[in-house]
């Protein structure tokens, strides 16, 4: 049995830390909010995010960052990505050699566009071993132990190993892989997606447009993978193709939420209140949008959602512009 450290006590770390815990690993979950920190010790859960599923003894909440990573064997990162690199700099203020290190964070790096590995070889060097957990994953079903599977991707096989060995329960089944590009750029990708499904549902549109826009973005996430190193192949699997359908398709989906409520009229403000918590898609529009720019990879539906969340075009005239598209072959 190993100590784990769960950096980040949102909805998704909190149900990794049950999952870890629950296989009887000692897990450290922390958070940044002292208050709630202190809130989720004293309910034995995470009344915030998760209420209702109970801690085991085995989960020790903390805010005490220090304390937590003097006692941990493997350190798991679970923040949003415009969080990340703010973490890991904290990290290295009390882990300056640390050698390897995971996450289950999904997007790109704001202002560089940087996949997220490549911000931690920034801070801790190439030589770290770095693993990265993705795949089609509701928090709430996975804190509630539904059948679900994951992908784990990193170039080191002995970590992917390790870490597979530590989250793989009766109802929790982790896959391996090397190619760590295509992974990232679809977790990135699929929540912007998303927000472009639930703009189409909130129009009115049908289950036609719905298949024809994931299929169309799929497209999409695959030419920017490709323009990276990544492989198309892996994207047809857990962490491409089935976390887009899982997010494009579910209300759970925070992102596809964001796209109903733009729909109807909300604007990106109010529709983020109503949610009250982080969209990632809408951050990693901006991101994957100038990305793409850069590496001259063309994205019309992602293009389009950009539009809708920072140019003040209305989602009536994003559809519109992506039906008048030059005509092309598949």
Same mark, same amino acid.
């Given at each position: 049995?190993?100590? #784990?450290?769960?950096?980040?006590?949102?909805? +998704?770390?909190?149900?990794?830390?049950?999952?870890?815990?629950?296989?009887?690993?000692?897990?450290?979950?922390?958070?940044?909010?002292?208050?709630?920190?202190?809130?989720?010790?004293?309910?034995?859960?995470?009344?915030?995010?998760?209420?209702?599923?109970?801690?085991?003894?085995?989960?020790?909440?903390?805010?005490?960052?220090?304390?937590?990573?003097?006692?941990?064997?493997?350190?798991?990162?679970?923040?949003?990505?415009?969080?990340? =690199?703010?973490?890991?700099?904290?990290?290295?203020?009390?882990? %300056?050699?640390?050698?390897?290190?995971? +996450?289950?964070?999904?997007?790109?790096?704001?202002?560089?566009?940087?996949?997220?590995?490549?911000?931690?070889?920034?801070?801790?060097?190439?030589?770290?071993?770095?693993?990265?957990?993705?795949?089609?994953?509701?928090?709430?079903?996975? @804190?509630?132990?539904? %059948?679900?599977?994951?992908?784990?991707?990193?170039?080191?096989?002995?970590?992917?190993?390790?870490?597979?060995?530590?989250?793989?329960?009766?109802?929790?089944?982790?896959?391996?892989?090397?190619?760590?590009?295509?992974?990232?750029?679809?977790?990135?990708?699929?929540?912007?997606?998303?927000? /472009?499904?639930?703009?189409?549902?909130?129009?009115?549109?049908?289950?036609?447009?719905?298949? @024809?826009?994931?299929?169309?973005?799929?497209?999409? #996430?695959?030419?920017?993978?490709?323009?990276?190193?990544?492989?198309?192949?892996?994207?047809?699997?857990?962490?491409?193709?089935?976390?887009?359908?899982?997010?494009?398709?579910?209300?759970?989906?925070?992102? =596809?939420?964001?796209?109903?409520?733009? /729909?109807k009229g909300f604007s990106v403000e109010q529709a983020q209140?109503? #949610?009250?918590?982080?969209?990632?898609?809408?951050?990693? /529009?901006?991101?994957?949008?100038?990305?793409?720019?850069?590496?001259?990879?063309?994205?019309? #539906?992602?293009?389009?959602?950009?539009?809708?969340?920072?140019?003040?075009?209305?989602?009536?005239?994003?559809?519109? @512009?992506?039906?008048?598209r030059e005509q092309k072959s598949e």
């Amino acid at each position: 049995m190993s100590n #784990i450290a769960v950096l980040g006590a949102g909805s +998704w770390g909190t149900a990794l830390a049950l999952l870890v815990a629950n296989n009887g690993h000692q897990t450290l979950l922390w958070g940044r909010n002292v208050e709630r920190m202190q809130e989720m010790a004293k309910q034995s859960c995470n009344p915030y995010f998760l209420p209702g599923i109970p801690f085991p003894k085995n989960l020790i909440p903390s805010s005490n960052l220090k304390k937590v990573l003097a006692q941990a064997d493997d350190i798991l990162v679970v923040v949003p990505s415009h969080a990340f =690199r703010q973490l890991l700099e904290k990290v290295h203020r009390y882990q %300056p050699h640390l050698k390897k290190i995971s +996450w289950a964070s999904k997007g790109l790096e704001q202002i560089t566009y940087n996949l997220l590995h490549k911000v931690v070889f920034d801070i801790f060097g190439q030589q770290t071993t770095v693993a990265i957990i993705s795949g089609p994953t509701f928090a709430n079903e996975v @804190a509630l132990g539904y %059948p679900t599977a994951v992908t784990i991707a990193s170039k080191n096989d002995n970590y992917s190993q390790h870490l597979a060995k530590i989250l793989r329960s009766k109802t929790f089944r982790p896959y391996t892989s090397k190619d760590m590009i295509a992974i990232e750029i679809a977790g990135a990708c699929k929540n912007v997606l998303a927000i /472009a499904a639930g703009i189409a549902d909130g129009l009115g549109f049908g289950a036609n447009t719905r298949s @024809a826009l994931i299929t169309r973005g799929l497209a999409e #996430i695959c030419r920017i993978s490709e323009a990276l190193g990544g492989h198309k192949e892996t994207l047809m699997g857990l962490a491409g193709l089935g976390d887009l359908l899982l997010t494009c398709t579910d209300n759970q989906s925070r992102n =596809r939420r964001m796209g109903l409520a733009l /729909a109807k009229g909300f604007s990106v403000e109010q529709a983020q209140q109503e #949610i009250q918590q982080v969209v990632e898609g809408v951050a990693n /529009a901006q991101a994957i949008y100038h990305l793409a720019q850069n590496i001259n990879v063309e994205i019309p #539906i992602i293009e389009q959602v950009y539009q809708v969340l920072y140019q003040q075009q209305t989602p009536e005239d994003a559809v519109t @512009a992506l039906l008048s598209r030059e005509q092309k072959s598949e």
